[in-house]
Each structure stands twice: as structure tokens, then as C-alpha cells.
């Protein structure tokens, strides 16, 4: 069953994981100053995604991700957003911009963004209640969204 639901999610053209993999722990400084450990999470659908401000693509799916957050986040849903970028002071003159309500983590060395092998611009990685990396979405492209509301709404009824 489980090999069907990969085989139809893969033709759907979502990027699943054929054998799920615990999501590597890690703990990054927040834009409120407290210190945010993944493993804490446990119980809730995790949304991490990597970004920075001069990604176009980023930058443009940022709103959209603080909709998808709003949305979900009483039904045991969490989003992070983990700038990449040595120097925070254009992602925190972005977020001044923009207003997102979701929890922006800062990785000025890229620790956590090597551990989790990102390789593109955004990245985004989907974790299911129980730690385990799900999905990876690599790169965005308008609509994408709708893919990620899926494998929301998948996550969180399992």
C-alpha cells in the first residue's frame, strides 16, 4: 500500500521519499531571540524552508507560505523559515517588508542547510509527526503552493 502511495504521489510530481529518514536535529537562533530545536517538534507537521533574500523565487513565495502557516498552524501544523546568509541584515530589512508571522530561524553558517544537503533556492522539506523527512521540494515555481497544501493536509490527517 505504502509503494503505492509513493508511485501515485511521484506521478503527481511531488518528490517523496521511498524510505522515510528521521529529519536530522538541529537548533538555530529565532528572529524573537530564543533558540528553536527541531526535536521539540515532535507531534506536530514541520514545514522547513531554506531561504535567503536574494533569491528571487524566495522572495516570492514567502507571503504564500505565511498563508499556508495561518492556515494550518492550530492543527498541529509549524512552519520555519531558515536564512542561509551570513549577514541577517537583508533577510531582517525583507521581513520588515514583507511581515510573515511564522518563525524565521537564522543559519549564518550553513550548518543546518549541509546537514539537510540543500542544494537549491528555496528548499523546502516536509517532516511528519514523528521526526521523519517526508517530502523535499527543491526550488519554487508559481502553484507550487498547492503542492505544498497537500502534503500539509496529508501529514497532519496520518
Not at 505565511?66 to 521581513?95: C, H, I, M, S, W
Request: charged share 30%.
Amino acid at each position: 500500500m505504502r509503494l503505492v502511495r509513493i508511485l501515485l504521489l511521484a506521478t503527481l510530481g511531488f518528490t517523496a521519499m521511498a524510505h522515510a529518514e528521521t529529519a536530522p536535529d538541529f537548533t538555530l537562533k529565532s528572529d524573537s531571540g530564543e533558540n528553536i530545536r527541531l526535536e521539540e517538534q515532535r507531534g506536530k507537521v514541520v514545514m522547513i524552508n531554506f531561504w535567503a533574500s536574494w533569491c528571487a523565487p524566495c522572495r516570492k513565495e514567502m507571503p504564500l507560505l505565511d498563508d499556508l502557516y495561518d492556515r494550518y498552524k492550530d492543527a498541529g501544523f509549524t512552519l520555519f523559515g531558515v536564512n542561509v546568509e551570513q549577514d541577517p541584515a537583508a533577510a531582517k530589512k525583507f521581513l520588515e517588508d514583507v511581515g510573515v508571522s511564522f518563525p524565521i530561524l537564522y543559519d549564518p553558517e550553513s550548518d543546518v542547510s549541509r546537514t539537510y544537503q540543500v542544494s537549491a533556492m528555496p528548499t523546502t522539506v516536509m517532516v511528519d509527526r514523528d521526526g521523519e523527512v517526508r517530502y523535499v521540494n527543491r526550488g519554487y515555481k508559481e502553484g507550487d503552493e498547492e503542492k505544498y497544501r497537500k502534503q500539509i493536509r496529508e501529514l497532519i490527517r496520518e
